[in-house]
Structures are given as C-alpha cells and as structure tokens.
C-alpha cells in the first residue's frame, strides 16, 4: 500500500531556533501534498497544501513566512517552522493521496514539535 | 460555513456494536471519509462513501445519505484496540478536506 514517510517523529527546540520536518511519499509520485496541524483533542487543521515545482497555496491565517514549505521533487515535501515560539509546539501531520488509492488520503505518522 | 458534527465521545463495550454518527453542512461535496486515529498517533483511512447507501469493510461499515448529509461509522465486534478517535472529513466543491473534531470512543471490558 501507500506509505507515505514523515520525521522526525519528535523534535525538542529552543525558541528562535528553525525546525525542519520532511515528509516522502515511498512508492508513489504525489503532485500534492497537505500539511496539517493538530492541538490536544481539536480536529486536524489544515496549513498549507503544497504544489510540486510551485509555490504553496496557505490557509488564511498560516503566516507564510513563518511556516516555509518546499516541495522540490514528487516525492518530498518539508515544512520549516522558523523562529519558533512556544506556541508553535504542535502535532505536525502531512498527507497525501496516491491517484490509485480509493480517493484515501495516506498521513505521515506526525511530528510532535515542542519549543522550549 | 462549513460544518462537521459528530459527538465528542463515546463509550460501548467489548463484543458490542457502536454507531458514531456523522451530520455535515458544506459548500459542495465529494465525498466523506472516516480516519482512526490513536492517541499521539497519525490517522488511518477507514472508508470513503461518494453515493448514498452502506460500504462494508470487515467489522466497519459506512453509511451515507447526501440528501440528509448525514454518515455513520458502525463498527461490529468491538475490541479494545477500537479505542480511538474516529475523524469525519468531508470533501468539499473545492476538493478540500473539512474535519470534525472526532469522536473519541472508550471501550470497557
């Protein structure tokens, strides 16, 4: 089946620091893919969806530049959070629909961010 | 504005049968998923219902009728590792996905 692969799964930093989460789909090409943001039993909201080759299209509200989103092959997306704050800590999740697959979106298994 | 409702939590016991229930108000539609999710964990992709009626998958099933908007996720022979949250999302006109909150579902003994 789809796997779609996310890390880091946890990630510690320090305020003002930028943080790195990649997000790959294994065996498949996905043109698309979504990144979404969860806090403690609140639904997924999602960011950002992000366009292979072009820029991303953000939800109103998600400060572009604070949450950098690059999606530069068919296989990779990342999201950098940078000059994290406290309340960036979060439950990052990024998903994506193989063309195949039963209109099923496959989710990466999530980054929980924590800024000190 | 869009809307997904779906109870916030729900206890059933082991063996049992449960139905979580699912309303919906969106500009458009295309389709409704069910996602569990564990705690901590990413969700998992259950069903997708695009026309009215019930899809079986197993010990889950998924109903949908469009012209109530309104699903529900049954899940038979329930075990405790069916303690979870279950997500309803919608597809919109836009072929955007809108959330529910989900329901998380508590399974004694």
């Known amino acids: 089946g789809a796997v779609v692969s996310q890390h880091p799964s946890r990630v510690i930093c320090k305020s003002g620091t930028s943080v790195k989460i990649e997000c790959r789909s294994l065996?498949?090409?996905?043109?698309?893919m979504f990144w979404y943001r969860q806090f403690p039993k609140k639904s997924l909201m999602l960011m950002a969806t992000?366009?292979?080759?072009?820029?991303?299209?953000?939800e109103q509200g998600v400060e572009k530049d604070k949450f950098l989103i690059n999606h530069a092959s068919l296989t990779l997306s990342t999201l950098t959070v940078t000059s994290a704050h406290p309340e960036d800590s979060s439950f990052y999740i990024c998903s994506a629909r193989p063309t195949d697959s039963d209109y099923g979106y496959t989710f990466g298994s999530g980054t929980r961010l924590t800024v000190v | 504005g869009q809307n997904i409702d779906q109870p916030t939590e729900m206890t059933a016991t082991e063996g049992a049968i449960v139905q979580i229930n699912c309303t919906y108000q969106?500009?458009?539609?295309?389709?409704l998923f069910w996602y569990q999710q564990h705690a901590g964990e990413a969700p998992t992709f259950l069903s997708y219902n695009v026309l009215d009626g019930l899809e079986e998958k197993g010990r889950f099933s998924s109903f949908l009728s469009r012209s109530k908007g309104y699903s529900y996720l049954l899940l038979k022979e329930l075990q405790m590792k069916d303690s979870a949250s279950y997500l309803c999302a919608v597809m919109d006109s836009n072929y955007q996905l809108i959330w529910g909150a989900g329901t998380k579902l508590i399974i004694k003994p």
């Open positions: 969106t500009s458009g539609f295309n389709g």
């Open positions: 065996d498949f090409q996905a043109t698309t």
């Open positions: 992000s366009n292979e080759g072009s820029k991303a299209t953000y």
